[in-house]
């Protein structure tokens, strides 16, 4: 099977920018840039026997901006690549006989939106199949409730009834179900392993730091045999804010939270305190001066500490010595958060907020989930997962639910649907990552 892939690979680097590398590296890469000589194996590629999946993949990376800061800016530029991209899809279309379309549909911006009545305008015609991959949430109750009638009626018109919607979560189906989408696929986000050394590394020095703290929570002391395994500071919660650096990702309201969680442990004399890092690239200089100032403040800068942007072993390695990853979003496109599935495969208690798909990734009545634009319920958060979450059972939801070859398997099957002709299932009612309770 032939596929169009229309989106962009980082850089800039995010959760849907990644999920498209993985993407296209999980299904054999891109085409364009095999061998394109006419000998028996180049056919049999071209015909997808030997590839992962059974997909060609023929990437045209619609890149419209290079920085964080640059997106959603409308320029001119950005308009001429935009038209570019799209020839370099429709001649893809005769140059290699691809007849299914893969898109990336907008979040609720106008530019973004924009952007999608070019692309459907001019490639759709060309395509037999198009299929829209769901990776932001919100679409729909952006256009009821946002735009003005003319441009829903235009969005209809271009986008509607495509032949697969593929969607993150239960949550996520309204947006395809508003432009009705002749199928929809439920298809979770799933990642590389990042911590394949789990179980005989990680594990037993998160249990001995779980098991000190609760020991020490009770008054009773350690022994120097305890004290070692578990790195020498179970005292100290380290605590990890690792997204982009933005308000609406939930910054101002983790460092807050960790302020006051740390001044309700000194009024009753615990004997752990917080430790705050904080990763990830600011997209707004008013909100980098304005983190800039809260660290100023006294006593705040011996308790967190900016690493900035971290990526690979260095990220990692964060992940592995942290104690608890707190991510209070309330970002209006957020869907299934990709921070999140990492922090599940490294075993970490996670505090986070009950904001569109984000419950589905949690059991029932999880204590990590709070209000959104409540620091004083993440405070309280993050005091009742100290004594009462070691965060193991989330690797056992990261190994069942979002591993890559589960998500890739996942992926081609609903694509394959489309180009067999399968009649459209019956929906699909979304299943939590773990039993209730």
Known sequence: MKLLVFAHTPPPHHGQSYMVQIMLAGFGGDHRKASTRPNEASRDRVAGKDTPFGIDCFHVNARLSQKLEDIGDFRIGKFMLLIGYCLQAIWCRFRYGVTNFYYIPAPGKRSALYRDWVVMLLCRPFFKKVILHWHAAGLAKWLETVVQIRSRSITYRLMKRVDLSIVLSGYNRADAEKLFSQ???????????????????????????????????????????????????????????????????????????????????????SPISLRLQVTGNFVNALERTEFNRMLAQPGTADVVQYLGFVAGDQKNELLRDSDLFCFPTYYQNENQPVNLIEAMAFGLPILTTRWRSIPELFPANYPGLVASRAPERVADGLLALIPSESGEGFRDIFLRTFTLDHHLACLAEAIHRVERGDQTAPAQTPVRAMPAG
């Open 183 to 269: 199928e929809i696929k439920i298809v979770s986000n799933g990642i590389p392993d990042p911590c394949p050394d789990f179980v005989g590394e990680v594990l037993p020095r998160r249990r001995a730091r779980f098991a000190a703290r609760c020991k020490l929570l009770s008054g009773q002391t350690l022994s120097p045999e305890e004290l070692r395994n578990a790195g020498g500071d179970p005292n100290i919660l380290r605590v990890l804010y690792l997204a982009h650096c933005t308000r609406e990702k939930g910054l101002f309201d983790c460092l807050t939270a960790v302020m006051l969680a740390n001044k309700k442990l000194k009024a009753s004399a």
